[in-house]
């Protein structure tokens, strides 16, 4: 993607930043516990090209979210970088887009099967039915690089279990310079395909899956999901700083692994 093309982006998502957060009135607000946000997730006849650039009839098409608050005290500070993401879907898979406001893009991680993750990412929780049971998480840092995990909840313990999916796709564009701190970026662009086929939960889980598991959504589904941004400190920043976590919806929690906060993402033709 041309830099120009990313900073026309930008702008327009600036704009309709503006507009969308108007919708929530004075900031600080007052966001009753329990909130939960909807998102119609539209069909799509036109699988999009996972390349970053968001111009795809399928994302035309489909509404932003609003943008992410502070996912511990939604009525807290405004998160200094805005967050939204769009959602399609077809047969074969589920398709996320994100843009990540930043001002500077970081990332280290160049494989998925890294076994440390310090990176800011973009990840997408998904309950593909178990009621709270189990769920999948995919993540996308700064490079593109994209994993999926699969964990479940045993008593008062969250379990990992062994789980993956070779299937998973995405795109990238990053309008800035990459690990470049003299310099201000603008943001940064991810795109995920993720198969239904890949959502069915390992064996041996407490999740005993039907038959929606692993198979695309019937129209009028729900699917409890969730979308969270971790943000690292600033280089420049006091090094063991916390990192920032932007949500969708209120996780009211540092850990946003509990499917009963999540919101809910319906599947529209």
């Not at 006849?45 to 943008?67: F, M, N, Q, Y």
């Not at 993750?117 to 973009?122: G, M, N, R, T």
């Not at 990459?178 to 239904?196: C, F, K």
């Not at 069915?200 to 969730?226: F, H, I, K, T, Y």
Request: hydrophobic content about 40%; charged content about 25%.
């Amino acid at each position: 993607m041309r830099r120009a093309s990313v900073i026309l982006l930008v702008v327009g998502l600036l704009a309709a930043g503006a507009c969308q957060s108007s919708a929530y009135g004075p900031w600080p607000r007052r966001t009753p516990p329990g909130t939960q946000r909807e998102y119609p997730c539209r069909f799509t006849t036109e699988k999009p090209i996972l390349d970053g650039r968001l111009d795809d009839r399928a994302w035309v098409v489909a509404p932003w979210s609003e943008p992410f608050f502070d996912a511990v005290d939604p009525d807290g500070p405004r998160p200094e970088q805005e967050t939204w993401f769009k959602l399609a879907w077809d047969e074969s898979s589920l398709y996320v887009a994100a843009v990540l406001m930043e001002t500077d893009v970081r990332a280290t991680v160049e494989r998925a099967d890294a076994a440390v993750w310090p990176d800011s990412d973009f990840e997408v929780f998904i309950d593909r039915g178990s009621q709270g049971k189990a769920w999948f998480t995919i993540r996308a840092n700064a490079r593109g690089v994209i994993r999926g995990s699969f964990e479940e909840r045993s008593g008062d313990s969250i379990l990992p279990r062994a789980w993956s999916c070779s299937a998973l796709d995405g795109g990238l564009q990053v309008d800035g310079s990459l690990n470049d701190a003299s310099d201000t970026d603008r943001a940064w662009v991810v795109e995920m395909a993720i198969p239904w086929s890949c959502l069915a939960p390992p064996a041996g889980s407490v999740w005993q899956a039907g038959p929606e598991a692993g198979a695309e959504p019937l129209v009028g589904d729900v699917l409890r999901m969730n979308f969270v941004r971790r943000r690292n400190a600033p280089a420049a920043a006091e090094v063991g700083t916390e990192p920032s976590l932007w949500s969708w919806t209120p996780t009211w929690s540092r850990d946003p692994r509990d499917p009963r906060h999540w919101g809910r993402v319906r599947f529209t033709r």
